[in-house]
């Protein structure tokens, strides 16, 4: 027994000690991209040295800290500099036998123990200690001296097992004195600014800002920093530079170059609220430039205006249209459906905000979501609401499957929910609804609802029919009796001309 048990933990120990191996095969690179977009910028006598890194670089930082490489690995920037026409004072790997910790260390850094932004970007700082250990001045002689940089990675081995493998250097930045003399002089503005609306994971708005770069400006941002600031207004409202400052509007990122940002008007705190269905936003983009020793920023002018006024749908049939033009002017048309083409099945997120939309129009009430949030599939605040006023329940205890088409007897029962939330003392019998041939058709859950609705002329049926749903494969596989957008909304407008009591 004790050699079988002894066998069984040498086989269970070279299990393990293979699958330990198995886990970090990865091959150990044969060179390395450099870095990016390398600058260098004054701020009060320290300066900060910002770079873009390589997807690459980012991924090997990510092999070097989960331990994915043959070889055990570290990854390391190293920056070189020199004063004037000075010598290259080189910074040596940490394995170089000329490695110093009293100056070297100011002037490397484990990639793994850096921030790196969403852009690439990374960013660390050098005082005059750094340079020279006698130099307590506190600031850089800029006008007088020129300093430049250059920069680079090495991946190296912990235990000697590869040779040290560097990347090409970076781009050289320099600053002070004559840096810039043939630097611009202005800036040319973004071109092409384009505006979309997106929801973060709990259905919150926000907008997605893309622009063109000119080259003119690429270029310029090798002298010295180029980044953006964004301008924007509500309506006919005054331009944010316009009623505060430019200090004020939203800037780039690490103040970097780039031709794409986010905003978010309410987490900068330029608004309360951001409501798409009932205000047009407006977006400007500028560039600014931060010559390093004339101590005046250059800005440029304002790129075209983007704004996101979008019409109501891109496609509809000819009945649908003027219900859906009323729909609109109403303010009925939540913004998960503006633009969109209602001649598609609606799905049930779809369906849960546009029935919130009409709640709140027609009561003049805000729908308050349910909390805590039951479902695991979505998080959007909009059905939690639907679900808090019982307009909608889950296709389980779990799971709401917001994706998922609706038919005409889910669609009428939903919409009868909404009407019992809005006004819960109203006439709900069925007496003298008309009877459908396909009634039997109707689930028994949807029955009452189907006949309220019908009876009072809010969902009609065709010759005799009210075709709740598909009963046959080949009805499910034609999409027989699924709703669409567009009678969804055409419902929402009946509804709330019938039941509106806030007056609008």
């Given at each position: 027994?004790?050699?079988?048990?002894?066998?069984?933990?040498?086989?269970?120990?070279?299990?393990?000690?293979?699958?330990?191996?198995?886990?970090?095969?990865?091959?150990?690179?044969?060179?390395?991209?450099?870095?990016?977009?390398?600058?260098?910028?004054?701020?009060?006598?320290?300066?900060?040295?910002?770079?873009?890194?390589?997807?690459?670089?980012?991924?090997?930082?990510?092999?070097?800290?989960?331990?994915?490489?043959?070889?055990?690995?570290?990854?390391?920037?190293?920056?070189?500099?020199?004063?004037?026409?000075?010598?290259?004072?080189?910074?040596?790997?940490?394995?170089?036998?000329?490695?110093?910790?009293?100056?070297?260390?100011?002037?490397?850094?484990?990639?793994?123990?850096?921030?790196?932004?969403?852009?690439?970007?990374?960013?660390?700082?050098?005082?005059?200690?750094?340079?020279?250990?006698?130099?307590?001045?506190?600031?850089?002689?800029?006008?007088?001296?020129?300093?430049?940089?250059?920069?680079?990675?090495?991946?190296?081995?912990?235990?000697?097992?590869?040779?040290?493998?560097?990347?090409?250097?970076?781009?050289?930045?320099?600053?002070?004195?004559?840096?810039?003399?043939?630097?611009?002089?202005?800036?040319?503005?973004?071109?092409?600014?384009?505006?979309?609306?997106?929801?973060?994971?709990?259905?919150?708005?926000y907008f997605q800002l893309n622009w063109d770069i000119p080259n003119s400006v690429a270029e310029a941002d090798k002298f010295f920093p180029v980044y953006h600031v964004i301008d924007f207004k509500i309506g006919n409202g005054q331009w944010l530079s316009e009623r505060l400052s430019w200090d004020w509007m939203p800037v780039a990122p690490s103040q970097q170059l780039q031709s794409s940002d986010t905003l978010d008007p309410v987490e900068k705190q330029l608004t309360d609220k951001v409501v798409i269905e009932e205000n047009v936003y407006y977006f400007r983009v500028a560039f600014?430039?931060?010559?390093?020793?004339?101590?005046?920023?250059?800005?440029?002018?304002?790129?075209?205006?983007?704004?996101?006024?979008?019409?109501?749908?891109?496609?509809?049939?000819?009945?649908?249209?003027?219900?859906?033009?009323?729909?609109?002017?109403?303010?009925?048309?939540?913004?998960?459906?503006?633009?969109?083409?209602?001649?598609?099945?609606?799905?049930?997120?779809?369906?849960?905000?546009?029935?919130?939309?009409?709640?709140?129009?027609?009561?003049?009430?805000?729908?308050?979501?349910?909390?805590?949030?039951?479902?695991?599939?979505?998080?959007?605040?909009?059905?939690?609401?639907?679900?808090?006023?019982?307009?909608?329940?889950?296709?389980?205890?779990?799971?709401?499957?917001?994706?998922?088409?609706?038919?005409?007897?889910?669609?009428?029962?939903?919409?009868?929910?909404?009407?019992?939330?809005?006004?819960?003392?109203?006439?709900?019998?069925?007496?003298?609804?008309?009877?459908?041939?396909?009634?039997?058709?109707?689930?028994?859950?949807?029955?009452?609802?189907?006949?309220?609705?019908?009876?009072?002329?809010?969902?009609?049926?065709?010759?005799?029919?009210?075709?709740?749903?598909?009963?046959?494969?080949?009805?499910?596989?034609?999409?027989?009796?699924?709703?669409?957008?567009?009678?969804?909304?055409?419902?929402?407008?009946?509804?709330?001309?019938?039941?509106?009591?806030?007056?609008?």
């Amino acid at each position: 027994m004790l050699k079988k048990i002894i066998s069984f933990s040498l086989i269970l120990a070279l299990i393990l000690s293979c699958g330990i191996y198995a886990s970090a095969e990865k091959p150990v690179p044969k060179s390395l991209d450099k870095p990016d977009s390398l600058t260098i910028r004054d701020d009060d006598g320290i300066l900060r040295a910002t770079w873009t890194n390589p997807q690459s670089i980012i991924q090997a930082t990510k092999d070097v800290t989960d331990g994915e490489y043959e070889q055990n690995a570290s990854l390391y920037y190293l920056f070189d500099w020199k004063k004037n026409d000075g010598n290259w004072n080189v910074c040596p790997s940490p394995n170089d036998p000329n490695f110093n910790d009293i100056p070297h260390g100011y002037f490397y850094m484990n990639m793994p123990n850096i921030m790196i932004d969403n852009s690439g970007t990374s960013e660390t700082f050098f005082v005059t200690w750094h340079f020279d250990p006698n130099d307590i001045s506190g600031s850089f002689d800029l006008k007088n001296n020129t300093y430049y940089f250059r920069m680079r990675y090495v991946l190296e081995s912990n235990y000697s097992e590869f040779n040290s493998i560097y990347s090409p250097y970076s781009s050289e930045f320099a600053i002070g004195k004559n840096a810039n003399s043939n630097a611009p002089t202005k800036l040319d503005p973004p071109t092409n600014l384009k505006v979309e609306v997106k929801k973060d994971n709990n259905g919150k708005p926000y907008f997605q800002l893309n622009w063109d770069i000119p080259n003119s400006v690429a270029e310029a941002d090798k002298f010295f920093p180029v980044y953006h600031v964004i301008d924007f207004k509500i309506g006919n409202g005054q331009w944010l530079s316009e009623r505060l400052s430019w200090d004020w509007m939203p800037v780039a990122p690490s103040q970097q170059l780039q031709s794409s940002d986010t905003l978010d008007p309410v987490e900068k705190q330029l608004t309360d609220k951001v409501v798409i269905e009932e205000n047009v936003y407006y977006f400007r983009v500028a560039f600014e430039g931060e010559p390093t020793t004339s101590g005046t920023n250059i800005r440029s002018g304002f790129s075209n205006i983007a704004s996101t006024k979008v019409q109501a749908y891109s496609n509809a049939s000819n009945w649908a249209k003027p219900e859906l033009d009323k729909a609109n002017d109403y303010g009925l048309i939540p913004g998960i459906l503006k633009g969109a083409d209602m001649t598609k099945p609606i799905t049930r997120e779809e369906f849960a905000e546009l029935a919130v939309k009409l709640y709140e129009k027609t009561t003049g009430n805000a729908a308050q979501a349910t909390s805590p949030n039951p479902f695991t599939d979505t998080k959007n605040t909009e059905i939690l609401k639907a679900y808090n006023i019982g307009v909608t329940v889950g296709t389980s205890a779990t799971t709401f499957s917001p994706k998922t088409l609706i038919n005409r007897e889910q669609m009428a029962t939903m919409l009868s929910r909404t009407i019992r939330a809005m006004v819960p003392n109203a006439d709900f019998s069925t007496a003298g609804a008309p009877i459908f041939n396909d009634e039997k058709h109707i689930s028994a859950y949807a029955l009452e609802h189907v006949k309220y609705m019908s009876k009072n002329g809010i969902i009609l049926g065709s010759n005799g029919n009210f075709m709740p749903k598909a009963v046959t494969p080949a009805q499910e596989a034609e999409g027989y009796a699924r709703a669409t957008r567009e009678q969804a909304i055409a419902m929402s407008v009946r509804t709330f001309e019938k039941y509106n009591s806030n007056g609008n």
